[in-house]
């Protein structure tokens, strides 16, 4: 055995020991550089995202994903260096990556748009799991029951779960953050007394307050005249309440006017049509024709 070691050693010269001695050192440098930057851009993610600015459910979720995504990029760097320290020539490596590379994104734009989409959906915290949220424009309603990198699930009130691909939303309306404006617009006939329909509408601001005091930020209020248009005149009411009571006081204020309208005698603007017929047409023609 002793013979054997001593065949092994005498094959090295001492400069050669020296040698690889460095080798391994610079690898175990390396190593220990790349421990170290990836732990201290972990401890420096926490303090940065993990604030009171941002959700905390979110927060840890990009955490998450920017710790995978550093470690994956310190490491891969590593095991370059360490081939370079190593005398391998990296240019195949580095080709072949970059042709892998090329290839995946060219047949996976989509994916990659969606996730870089849901990155930053959660990273802005645009929305989070709860949240009632209109999706470009409306087209989509609902609550935020999951956000994931790729799709977000929304549900509708008819309970409808709709999947969209992050990289398809575009515009984002969020019920659910600070306080909202219910804004009630209410259309008389001209033949109405302004003054009069403006104190029933007051009174109706009154008795909202009064009974629903909880669900208030700020008492409702008569905004005035807002519009004249064909059909009628058409007042405005609004209120300041928490987001979760926004649907409730909407639905409230319009059903108290409508109410009040009807003890106090106020008409509410509808579309109408008058038919002449034939015989009355002829009448005003003749008539006109006197004229």
């Not at 310190?74 to 290839?103: H, K, N, Q, R, Y």
């Not at 515009?171 to 219910?182: A, C, D, E, I």
């Not at 003890?263 to 004229?291: C, F, K, M, T, W």
Request: proline share 3%.
């Amino acid at each position: 055995m002793d013979n054997l070691v001593n065949e092994f050693l005498e094959q090295f010269t001492i400069a050669d020991i020296i040698a690889y001695g460095v080798i391994a050192l610079r690898i175990l440098l390396i190593v220990a550089i790349g421990v170290f930057i990836s732990k201290f851009i972990r401890v420096g993610l926490k303090k940065l995202i993990l604030n009171e600015k941002i959700h905390p459910v979110q927060g840890k979720t990009t955490i998450s994903i920017l710790e995978s995504t550093i470690k994956y990029f310190i490491s891969f760097v590593a095991i370059l260096m360490i081939l370079v320290v190593l005398e391998i020539d990296i240019t195949p490596i580095l080709t072949s990556a970059g042709i892998l590379g090329f290839a995946i994104g060219f047949g996976s734009q989509n994916l990659v748009r969606d996730i870089i989409s849901g990155f930053f959906v959660i990273f802005e915290g645009q929305f989070h799991v709860g949240d009632f949220v209109e999706i470009n424009g409306g087209k989509i309603r609902g609550t935020v029951e999951e956000i994931g990198l790729r799709v977000t699930k929304i549900r509708e009130w008819s309970m409808k779960l709709n999947y969209i691909p992050n990289g398809e939303i575009k515009l984002v309306n969020n019920y659910s953050r600070g306080k909202m404006r219910p804004i009630i617009d209410v259309t008389v006939p001209y033949g109405q007394d302004v003054k009069h329909v403006y104190k029933v509408l007051e009174r109706t601001c009154y008795i909202i307050a009064e009974n629903y005091k909880e669900y208030l930020v700020e008492d409702p209020k008569v905004l005035g005249i807002t519009d004249i248009e064909q059909k009628g005149i058409t007042f405005t009411l609004m209120a300041v309440t928490d987001p979760d009571s926004y649907w409730l006081m909407g639905r409230e204020i319009r059903k108290h006017v409508l109410l009040e309208f009807k003890n106090s005698g106020v008409d509410v603007a509808y579309p109408h049509r008058v038919i002449v017929n034939s015989r009355d047409s002829e009448n005003i023609a003749e008539g006109l024709q006197l004229r």
